[in-house]
């Protein structure tokens, strides 16, 4: 397959003007989104939500905040919370799951997007140092840059190496049904390892990055967890049928 490494001259003009600076008519819209995911905190923690003086900042990330963005790029919007409000009824770990639950149930419930661009949304207690827009300072935190044509070169061949070895992983393991029971481990190993990968430098965790979605575009995901589905549904009717 041929690996594309998008390289623009200027960021999303859906979402930036040629300054850098964020579009007008956006800004309405991600504000919006915010109060919602604020809410849906509040409305699940139980705890009154302070607008001014819970959130720290807001962090606009990831492709769609940079020169690296694709057609089907989202922009990531991680709302940095007060932790200290919400763990003096939860543990570090309650915490973390917690917040993770409440931003994929407001995602997968609302589907937020801003100018036909899908937006996923994170609440976090502090945020990477990675290419990211202060939406509360409406100012650049760190500003994005173009890629070299060496480092171009650099991503493309490391992507089509993650590439093949997570296809050949997931093919091994849908050509033999005695085996979909790993079909769930994997894909969580591998989604596991792409969050990981946003800890590390551009050049080690931008290749897999690119390599899991490919490969999330190409289905193998989608037979990856249909796999799993019939090795569920298969132990449940076992299980049915030889009650102990």
Same mark, same amino acid.
Request: net charge positive.
């Given at each position: $397959?041929?690996?594309? #490494?998008?390289?623009?001259?200027?960021?999303?003009?859906?979402?930036?003007?040629?300054?850098?600076?964020?579009?007008?008519?956006?800004?309405?819209?991600?504000?919006? @989104?915010? #109060?919602?995911?604020?809410?849906?905190?509040?409305?699940?923690?139980?705890?009154? *939500?302070?607008?001014?003086?819970?959130? #720290?900042?807001? *962090?606009?990330?990831?492709?769609?905040?940079?020169?690296?963005?694709?057609? /089907?790029?989202?922009?990531?919007? !991680?709302?940095?919370?007060?932790?200290?409000?919400?763990?003096?009824?939860?543990?570090?770990?309650?915490?973390?799951?917690?917040?993770?639950?409440?931003?994929?149930?407001?995602?997968?419930?609302?589907?937020?997007? #801003?100018?036909?661009?899908?937006?996923?949304?994170? @609440?976090?207690?502090?945020?990477?140092?990675?290419?990211?827009?202060?939406?509360?300072?409406?100012?650049?935190?760190?500003?994005?840059?173009?890629?070299?044509?060496?480092?171009?070169?650099?991503?493309?061949?490391?992507?089509?190496?993650?590439? %093949?070895? $997570?296809?050949?992983?997931?093919?091994?393991?849908?050509?033999? !049904?005695?085996?979909?029971?790993?079909?769930?481990?994997?894909?969580? /190993? $591998?989604?596991?390892?792409? !969050?990981?990968?946003?800890?590390?430098?551009?050049?080690?965790?931008?290749?897999?990055?690119?390599?899991?979605?490919?490969?999330?575009?190409? *289905?193998?995901?989608?037979? %990856?967890?249909?796999?799993?589905?019939?090795?569920?549904?298969?132990? $449940?009717?076992?299980?049915?049928?030889?009650?102990?």
């Amino acid at each position: $397959m041929i690996i594309r #490494v998008p390289n623009h001259k200027r960021l999303n003009p859906k979402l930036w003007n040629g300054d850098g600076s964020l579009r007008p008519e956006t800004y309405n819209v991600i504000n919006n @989104i915010v #109060v919602s995911a604020i809410s849906s905190l509040s409305t699940f923690s139980k705890i009154p *939500v302070d607008l001014e003086k819970d959130i #720290v900042d807001v *962090v606009l990330c990831g492709s769609s905040a940079s020169y690296f963005y694709k057609k /089907y790029s989202d922009l990531d919007i !991680k709302i940095v919370v007060r932790p200290d409000r919400y763990l003096k009824k939860m543990n570090i770990e309650t915490y973390k799951v917690f917040s993770k639950f409440v931003s994929s149930h407001f995602v997968k419930k609302y589907s937020p997007s #801003v100018c036909g661009i899908s937006v996923d949304v994170g @609440i976090v207690g502090e945020t990477l140092e990675i290419e990211k827009y202060s939406f509360n300072q409406k100012k650049w935190l760190i500003k994005p840059t173009r890629l070299t044509s060496d480092e171009i070169k650099y991503i493309r061949k490391r992507t089509r190496i993650y590439y %093949l070895a $997570m296809r050949k992983m997931i093919k091994s393991i849908l050509k033999d !049904k005695n085996r979909y029971k790993e079909a769930g481990e994997l894909y969580g /190993y $591998m989604r596991t390892r792409r !969050k990981q990968s946003w800890d590390e430098r551009f050049y080690n965790r931008t290749p897999f990055s690119l390599a899991f979605s490919y490969l999330s575009h190409d *289905v193998f995901f989608k037979k %990856l967890l249909k796999a799993q589905e019939i090795y569920i549904k298969n132990m $449940m009717t076992d299980i049915n049928c030889n009650p102990s």
